[in-house]
Nanobody, 124 residues
């Protein structure tokens, strides 16, 4: 079974940057599209970004477009989310998820496997 692990979260000041990583120790992620989602307290889980197999395509939520960049390094079996110009409203638990395809990228129900999440807190 795919077991995704996120890392790179933490506390950062507004305007700062973080880079999140998503990897799997036992399975290659080459065959999956990988999405990043986030969930803040009292909020619905929302799609942040998605990258297709072989980085064939990328998608971003409008709220993060121009600030966040998703990429993948198949040699390292890792997908990254570079987050710049962070805002307090970006505070959430961030999850990566693997998707074999089909459906809409930003719908959590479409994804087959999920990591445990990593906390991102943006505060002065």
């Amino acid at each position: 079974q795919v077991q995704l692990v996120e890392s790179g979260g933490g506390l950062v000041q507004p305007g700062g940057s973080l880079r999140l990583s998503c990897t799997d120790s036992g399975f290659t992620l080459d065959y999956y599209a990988i999405g990043w989602f986030r969930q803040a307290p009292g909020k619905e889980r929302e799609g942040v970004s998605c990258i297709g197999v072989g980085a064939s395509s990328t998608d971003y939520a409008e709220s993060v477009k121009g600030r966040f960049t998703i990429s993948r390094d198949n040699a390292k079996n890792t997908v990254y989310l570079q987050m710049n110009s962070l805002k307090p409203e970006d505070t959430a638990v961030y999850y990566c998820a693997a998707w074999v395809g089909g459906g809409t990228w930003d719908e959590p129900e479409q994804y087959d496997y999920w990591g445990q999440g990593t906390q991102v807190t943006v505060s002065s």
